[in-house]
């Protein structure tokens, strides 16, 4: 305990949120999707949802980090969300995959970061829930860690993520604005042959259609053709600038909402989180490992382990539509948060991978929708 607190303790002294230089996709005016967006245009705009960054950069090799995303602010653990993984392509790491799909929930935060780092992921989630208070005899943890390779930009071989900087991102966890771009376990990611990283977006329903929230967190290191807001921007990145044009990759999507729905149907949700993907351009490739956890954190259908026996209030599957639409949206929005909030890196062996030229790419958008294409 003494351990886990050392860790809180420096995590709220070294913590801040530093606004970035870069505009997110809506500052740029360019909107996409019926819904609107929540306040932030975040995950955390589903109450109780908070999240974490530990970025790793020493300037030359290391371009890496660690990204959490704590469910609610109750013991996890002890009051397990509702939850479901769809797999768009496997060619990737996700820790705790089979445990969500036999059991349809979720018992730990959430950790992103790099390919080979997974297994500190692992042990960082089994030290932080073992010394959570309620937690003094359980024997078995399941803890979630999904990955993608950020091995472009960083010395993924050196392994540099360490349990203490899983953490850090953990305890370092709040509510409020989500730092995007090239951050925690975003630093060292490629998507669409440009710099990749942490984007977010969120939807809110109309009260007509129950006025709930959905999230989403994406890790995006994946490739394709790239299409903002309708528009096939890939072709003309490539007429302007030699940029890696390659298919593989992964993202992983993180989706999060208030609504009352079971496992059965945040699968249905997690299955659209790709229709959001496959409007930006990507195509889940052979070599692409990518991955959607859905979960609900809406209290009163978190799985208590001290009751006899759960009984949720659950959606109609005839109300679901609204929340699929929203999920696509939120979805394809975080992808492109990510792209337009972040920055050119150059990292091992003098690699540098320039980002989206934002100014180039709403002009053209832009241009686009007013000639009506």
């Known amino acids: 305990m003494k351990r886990i607190l050392f860790f809180a303790l420096l995590a709220a002294i070294t913590v801040s949120f530093d606004a970035s230089a870069q505009k997110r996709m809506r500052d740029w005016g360019i909107t996409y999707g019926v819904f609107s967006p929540g306040p932030l245009n975040a995950i955390t705009d589903v109450a109780g949802v908070t999240v974490g960054h530990r970025t790793l950069d020493d300037g030359d090799r290391m371009h890496t980090g660690v990204t959490a995303i704590i469910p609610h602010q109750g013991n996890v653990f002890l ?73 472009v930009l960083n010395d993924v071989r050196a392994r540099y993520v360490t349990e203490t900087n899983v953490l850090e991102a953990i305890f370092s966890a709040h509510s409020g604005p989500v730092e995007e771009g090239n951050v925690g376990a975003g630093r060292g990611t490629v998507a669409f042959g440009i710099k990749g990283g942490i984007g977010t977006s969120s939807r809110v329903l109309p009260e007509s259609m129950g006025g709930y929230t959905v999230g989403v967190l994406v890790q995006t290191n994946y490739g394709g053709s790239l299409k903002i807001a309708g528009v096939e921007i890939g072709e003309m990145m490539k007429k302007r600038a030699a940029v890696r044009q390659d298919v593989d990759g992964s993202c992983m999507i993180i989706v999060a909402t208030d609504a009352p729905v079971d496992a059965r149907n945040l699968e249905r949700i997690a299955e659209r989180a790709f229709m959001g993907l496959a409007v930006t351009g990507g195509i889940a490739a052979n070599g692409s490992g990518d991955y959607a956890i859905a979960f609900s954190n809406c209290p009163s259908n978190l799985v208590d382990a001290g009751t006899d026996f759960y009984t949720p209030t659950l959606l109609h599957n005839d109300d679901m539509s609204g929340l699929f639409a929203a999920t696509i949206e939120a979805t394809a929005e975080a992808i492109w948060n990510s792209l337009f909030m972040a920055e050119t890196l150059t990292g091992k062996d003098g690699r540098t991978v320039p980002s989206l030229d934002a100014e180039w790419a709403a002009g053209v958008i832009k241009a686009a929708r007013k000639a009506g294409k």
């Open 79 to 151: 009051k397990k969300c509702p939850a479901a993984v769809y797999v768009g392509n496997g060619y990737g790491k996700l820790a705790g995959v089979t445990q969500i799909q036999e059991l349809g929930t979720i018992e730990t935060p959430i950790i992103l970061t790099n390919t080979l780092n997974v297994a500190e992921g692992i042990r960082a989630l089994i030290s932080y829930t073992l010394t959570r208070p309620g937690c003094e005899t359980v024997g078995s943890v399941n803890a979630v860690v999904g990955e993608t390779n950020d091995g």
